[in-house]
């Protein structure tokens, strides 16, 4: 069964605007880390918090975390038509391995 | 893609055929890992490597083997496929803990006629 649950769905926006997605997960995490996959492509590590950490810069890119409500979220700034992709949040554990939420679709409109 | 490649990129076969998929890694990554995706269970995780020989069971390991005897390659086979094996596979690689940034392959189209 999956751990992170990514809401919403599905989101489109236009260029220039944010993209916010969020994630939540049901047990303790080590880290919790964001990837992206474009259509047909494989995934792409965008970034990754530790569990002690609240918040976390890359570029555009500002994922928060916090473990009290077993939440994560990733912000996308001044969206562009080629961040269109989906993004998927993953939980690292103690168990050593990763577990991926279903996704989120963006799509950002020209 | 990190170096990883993966192949064959694209495959039919029939029910009850055996399939291997091949992983290979030019980054010398202690860590493989085979998921498949499918449409609303995202990824999820078949079996993994830790080692040159050293391999465990994923989340949905049942109809899939792997072997592993070099650190460069992960094989997996399906030993009699299945329609519901029909997935697009991915192949991952890391370097430290399992649990650290993932690199993916491009992926592996598997239909199973």
């Known amino acids: 069964s999956q751990q992170g649950e990514e809401d919403p769905q599905a989101l489109s926006i236009q260029e220039g605007e944010n993209a916010t997605m969020n994630c939540s997960y049901k047990t303790s995490i080590n880290n919790l880390q964001w990837y992206r996959q474009n259509s047909g492509r494989g995934l792409v590590h965008l970034i990754l918090i530790r569990s002690n950490e609240r918040e976390k810069h890359s570029g555009r890119l500002r994922v928060t975390l916090d473990t009290s409500k077993k939440s994560s979220s990733l912000l996308i700034t001044a969206s562009r038509a080629a961040d269109t992709a989906s993004y998927f949040c993953?939980?690292?554990?103690?168990?050593?391995?990763?577990?991926f939420g279903q996704g989120t679709e963006l799509s950002v409109k020209p | 893609d990190a170096g990883i490649t993966q192949s064959p990129r694209h495959k039919v076969t029939e029910t009850g055929t055996p399939v291997t998929l091949r992983c290979h890694q030019t980054?010398?990554?202690?860590?493989m890992y085979w998921y498949r995706q499918d449409p609303g269970h995202g990824l999820r995780l078949i079996h993994y490597s830790y080692g040159v020989k050293d391999t465990d069971k994923g989340e949905v390991s049942d109809g899939y083997s792997v072997s592993r005897s070099k650190t460069e390659d992960f094989l997996l086979t399906l030993e009699s496929a299945t329609s519901s094996q029909t997935s697009v596979y991915f192949c991952a690689i890391s370097e430290s803990t399992a649990h650290e940034t993932q690199y993916f392959g491009p992926g592996t189209r598997l239909l199973v006629l």
């Open positions: 993953a939980t690292g554990n103690q168990g050593g391995k990763l577990i």
């Open positions: 980054e010398n990554h202690r860590y």
